[in-house]
């Protein structure tokens, strides 16, 4: 298999054999027609109109898609809509005020329900006090929250005004939300006191504050008061209470401000190749019809369904598929605070039951740790509603997706395996429950209108059975449309490497491996580049390694991903100190972890931290990163004579045994 070094590999690629969804799920899925991959194919891009008609516009759109200008493609370009008012304002209409648009598990058993109605006021008074605090369309608001409903409102009433969001993982360090203020020059922020996880209160306005005092402009911060008297807070200058402007802003409403389609709606930060986060933007009708089309078409959702994505909004995920997607098709979206071990470990299943959800859509990781856990949690409930399963973030090995169709699914759901990115903005390969048989290990083929080309090296189609990388050879409705620090980078990083701009022919890559098999069916490998893909949160080795070698005494760090059971990978780091062997060890592995829980969070300290005089360089002076995975993984090395000093090979690999 090909990686980023171009060292051959051998993967052993083990997938089942194709399946029939359960028949009553086929009598009613949305798509059920197999002719919608050749409609699509000949239609093209007048094929997309589909996922464009599930929007309510402005301004109809006449043009599908421009490509003059290509990779920078432009989707119904001439159209102008609002996101928050096709997720909301429509709704209210054909008695569905009264529908719950949003359900609420807190981290404490508390429960809130919003109906459409609701979420129509509480986005429309945030609106208005943000307007008050000077926020103009495309002013950018970064939301720094945990699963609250004020998270969605916020992003909502942002999306009402015409202000981008960008929203920053809660879990994210002061470090890593100052960089992202900065680089996106945001000077509006949306935070909170503090939150739980697990039994814990975790102080949120701290890390708010002092990432203020980064920063270069002034900010205004709004606070959301989620501990109230557990985590007193005094506002400061340019702070002001959430349900104080809630208070004053008590029943305004604002009219959602028509956006062109091109028009950015979000900002999302990733980890990609370089030390610098990468400012994926996103627009508001490609993106939004995109979205809603695969709710649609992938995860079936109908608007009576409860609809629950057990993601973090902090993520791609959430944005799309707990936010966007069933808001835009007026269902009922399930969101969570807390982890699915607390209070006990049987806490999904009880959301399920409780609210008799229809779709379920989760991680490999959480699957994983649920089969560890024993099927006894989810027998314990009723889980009868459930009618589709989805996995999305890492590879799910047959196992776990077998554990998974028997122990939740009860053998009565499809399980729809969704491969997609922070770039591709919404689903790009899956099956299409209603059409596709299932092959357990394998995402599917590219959905349709989705060219999906696994190429090697030369940009060559490989033969079924080989693997190469993961690109895709026409633009699509949800992608992203350039990065905010530029539009050189965006080309750089997707686009240079497997096109023929002379031929104008244009092929995004997408940093991923992938085989693809005689039914055309893919499995994705893994991460080709310099990202690890930790339990499905996507970290930069570059962001990690840099965090490392800011602490004293530090020379020189490799990071590198070990496969994990649990994890799918765990992160391994070399370090190299300037004294060479004579270090305290614990006590440096512990100023190195400070560091990186400093710089991004604590989800970036490494499982394992491995000192060692000298990291295995290439005569040019290049650190083998790639042979320190294979180190790491217990794999063979190869040919190690392009090393200028090959001796410390061995000395690493006796000190991974060792421990
Ligand atoms: C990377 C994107 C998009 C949602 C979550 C992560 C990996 C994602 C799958 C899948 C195998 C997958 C890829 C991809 N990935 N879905 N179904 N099978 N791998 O978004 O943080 O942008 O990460 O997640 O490696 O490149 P992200």
Known sequence: MVDRNGWARDHPVLTGSLQRPPAAFLEQANVTDSDIYDEFDERWPECWERAADLLAWDQPYETVLEDEDAPFYRWFADGQLNAAENCI??????GRKTHTAIRWEGKHGERETYTYRDLYVATNEFAAALRSLGVDADDVVTIYLPMIPELPIAMLACARIGAPHSVVFAGLSADALATRMDAADSEYLVTCDGYYRRGDAFNQKSKADNARLEVDQDVRTVVV?????????????????YHDLQRKFAGETVDPVSRDAEDMLFLMYTSGTTGEPKGVVHTTGGYLSHVAWTTQAVLDVKPEDTYWCAADIGWITGHSYIVYGPLALGTTTVMYEGTPDYPDRDRLWEIVDRNAV?????????????M????????????SSLRLLGTVGEPISPRPWQWYYEHVGNEECPIVDTW???????????????VDEMKPGAAGPGLPGIDVQIVDDDGTEVEAGDSGYLTIAQP???MARTLYSGDDRFREEYWERFSNPEENEWRYGSGDAATIDDDGYITVLGRVDDVINVSGRRLGTMEIESAITDVDGVAEAAVVGRSSESNGTDIYAYVSTESGHSVDESGMSEMIERSIETAIGPM???KSILFTPELPKTRSGKIMRRLLEAVANGEELGDTSALRNPEIVGEIQ???REE
């Open 420 to 434: 997609w990115q922070t770039e591709t903005g919404a689903v790009t390969i899956s099956t299409l429950p209603g």
């Open 358 to 370: 229809d779709i379920f859509y989760t991680a490999p990781t959480a699957i994983r740790a649920f």
């Open 89 to 94: 304002d429509r709704h209210l209409e054909n």
């Open 372 to 383: 560890k856990w024993g099927e006894s949690y989810p027998n314990e409930h009723d889980l």
């Open 476 to 478: 699509w409705p949800g």
């Open 654 to 656: 006796a000190e991974i």
């Open 225 to 241: 008061d989620r501990l109230g008297e557990e985590m007193p807070h005094v506002l400061g200058d340019d702070e002001y209470d």
């Open 604 to 606: 970036a300290k490494p």
